[in-house]
């Protein structure tokens, strides 16, 4: 099956400072690149995704990219905030057979954004 | 994106009883999973929730510890039975969105004591 790996497990960033965490997938017919935002004894939120056809997505101090032939992606976050601080889940979605649907998760950075 | 609740959202139980969890969402969806996160660790599912068939379990977690409902297409019951301080842990369900996404419900602490 699909195996994701996340890095770094921490990140600690200055206010105003960018914030890069990478993921890597080994399935190539993973098609969904998702991220979640988890804060303190919240749910995960989905705040930003991508799809294999698209190498770059941006959302205001956010953005994706996506490299399909080296299959990994990442998060960048711009001038960062503290409200930023949280635990960030990379992860990739299944597309055959009977994992269809399924997302696969990366263990998670914890993003620490000191003021 | 779709509203979801879960019940309860935190209970404490003693070892050997069992607590079934509720996920219901407030528009139909044709996939509903059932995650475990330990305290610091990732998400893992536990198993896919169809409407109209048996779920599919991943490796590690059997029907019988972890029987799962899903009687209509908003709506799905996770129980944990026969329980050990080992169960302990957030217990989330996520439904799918269109097209691809997922979306989380508060979640559900459970600890066993």
């Known amino acids: 099956g699909e195996n994701v790996e996340q890095h770094p497990s921490t990140l600690s960033v200055q206010e105003g400072d960018s914030a890069v965490i990478k993921c890597t997938y080994s399935d190539s017919a993973s098609n969904y690149f998702p991220w979640y935002k988890q804060e303190l004894g919240k749910r995960p939120q989905l705040i930003i995704d991508i799809r294999s056809n698209v190498g770059e997505k941006k959302d205001q101090r956010i953005a994706v990219t996506l490299n399909k032939t080296a299959k990994h992606f990442s998060l960048h976050i711009t001038e960062t905030q503290p409200e930023d601080s949280a635990v960030y889940f990379c992860?990739?979605?299944?597309?055959?057979?009977?994992?269809?649907?399924?997302?696969?998760f990366g263990r998670g950075t914890q993003l620490t954004v000191w003021p | 994106s779709a509203v979801i609740s879960q019940k309860p959202s935190r209970d404490i139980c003693q070892r050997g009883t069992s607590l079934t969890i509720q996920c219901q969402v407030d528009s139909q969806v044709t996939m509903m999973f059932w995650y475990r996160q330990q305290p610091g660790q990732s998400l893992t599912l536990i198993a896919t929730a169809n409407q109209g068939s048996e779920a599919t379990y991943e490796s590690g977690f059997v029907i019988d510890k972890f029987p799962i409902s899903r009687p209509n297409l908003t709506f799905s019951t996770l129980t944990v039975s026969n329980m050990s301080p080992e169960d302990s842990s957030i217990y989330l369900c996520?439904?799918?969105?269109?097209?691809?996404?997922?979306?989380f419900g508060p979640g559900t602490r459970l600890t066993v004591l």
């Open positions: 992860a990739a979605l299944a597309d055959r057979g009977s994992t269809l649907g399924r997302l696969y």
């Open positions: 996520s439904v799918d969105g269109v097209p691809d996404t997922q979306y």
